[in-house]
Structures are given as C-alpha cells and as structure tokens.
C-alpha cells in the first residue's frame, strides 16, 4: 500500500514557468521531508516541515504542510534548468522520526532551457 | 570520510549467486538505514540500525535478505539466491541519531544491483 502520493508523475515545463507538485496522504505524519534526487545519486534533503500549515522558503522554492498532517506542496517559481530532477516526499511517524519514513511515489521534473 | 560511500557502485550478478553491498556511512553517524529503489520509482525502506543493534527490520522483502553492521560503522546488505526482481538501486543512508523527524539523512550514490 503506497501511504504517499505524489502528483504530477512527470512535468515538462519552460524555463521560467511557475509550477506547484503534490504529495498526498490519508494518513497523518509528525513531520514531512522533500529531496531532490538527480540521476546516479542519492537523494538530498531540501527541507523538514513539522508543524501543521508551516510554510518554509528555500530560495525560489516554497514548501507547505498541510494544516491536518497530511499533505504537503511544493512550488517552484521562474523555474530553472538546474531544478530538474526526481522530487521526493518522505514522511514521518510516531515519535521517532527517522526510523522509518515513507516515501512518495516522486515527481520527475524536467525544466527545458 | 566527507559523505557516505557505497561499494560497488554497480553489481551485476546471476540468478541464484550471493550479493554484498557495502556501505560506509559518515563518521560519527549513529543511525544507518537501508533502501530500495527501483527505476524511477520512490523508495522502499528495507532495514534501519541505531549502533549496531537493528530494531527495524520488518522492511526486509524476505528471509534472502540480511544486513549487519559492525564497530556502529559499516554495514553490509546481503542478498542470498538473488532473484530478476531484486533489481534495483540499493541506498544507504545515515545521520547523527534517530530524531524526531527533523534530523537529516545524507545518502550515498547507492549500488545499481542488476540480476540477470
């Protein structure tokens, strides 16, 4: 059973354009992690929300927790090549954060020069 | 060393042989973890451990697989009789202590496993 869904599965946008992916869930999570993954590696931690409809900016990169846990958002503005990469979301339960998360199903970004 | 380092970078093996991955996590990282990702996709937790000790293992897809750690350093991923489907990209990863969600995980490149 996939806990985390991710939505688009792949954007192919201009460089410039402004572009928003999801991550959905039924279930709630303590805390919600995105990472960029770009191919031949691992992924990379972007940022860590934890408290219900906390928002935190990360250059031209906005993240958002949904108010109930369960959902998140990632929005990218004026869009760059060097965005492009498999986005994950990954989230947390329980006390103990790290032991197990769970991760999205990812979206592939491609930013097209 | 400066990041986590995974050996071999790609495997590729036979139905049936025996597998080892590697990883070396950063020093001074309590917590290592184990996961799966096949092409293209999120990925599947397979095993945790804090020290050597491993309270997670209900990740682990079946009794071929195994993972130890020792010194709380190296941890090495065993697949015995490997099968076509234990095709993928196997990550490690690891931080300073299991936390409450905010503690950050830093991944090695991971090992492209490929059974023919």
């Known amino acids: 059973t996939q806990l985390l869904e991710q939505s688009p599965q792949f954007l192919s946008i201009q460089e410039g354009e402004n572009l928003t992916v999801y991550c959905n869930s039924s279930?709630?999570?303590?805390?919600l992690q995105w990472y960029r993954q770009e191919p031949g590696e691992g992924p990379v931690l972007l940022v860590t929300v934890v408290t219900g409809g906390e928002v935190k900016k990360l250059k031209r990169l906005t993240f958002q927790f949904g108010d109930a846990r369960k959902d998140s958002s990632l929005h990218i503005t004026a869009a760059q090549p060097g965005d492009t990469g498999l986005y994950l979301c990954a989230g947390a339960r329980g006390d103990f954060g790290n032991e197990k998360l769970t991760f999205g199903t990812g979206t592939r970004l491609t930013i097209i020069p | 060393g400066a990041g986590v380092s995974q050996s071999p970078s790609n495997k590729v093996t036979e139905k049936g042989k025996d597998v080892e991955l590697r990883c070396d996590p950063i020093?001074?990282?309590?917590?290592l973890y184990w996961y799966r990702q096949s092409l293209g996709q999120g990925l599947e937790f397979l095993i945790y451990?804090?020290?050597?000790?491993?309270?997670?293992k209900s990740g682990l897809p079946s009794d071929r697989f195994s993972a130890e750690r020792t010194g709380g350093s190296v941890s090495t991923l065993t697949i015995q009789r490997t099968q076509q489907e234990d095709s993928a990209v196997y990550l490690c990863?690891?931080?300073?202590?299991?936390?409450?969600?905010?503690?950050?995980?830093?991944f090695g490149s991971g090992t492209q496993l490929s059974v023919l």
């Open positions: 020093s001074g990282h309590t917590a």
């Open positions: 990863a690891s931080s300073l202590a299991p936390g409450r969600g905010s503690e950050k995980l830093f």
């Open positions: 451990f804090q020290g050597n000790s491993a309270p997670d």
């Open positions: 279930s709630v999570f303590s805390s």
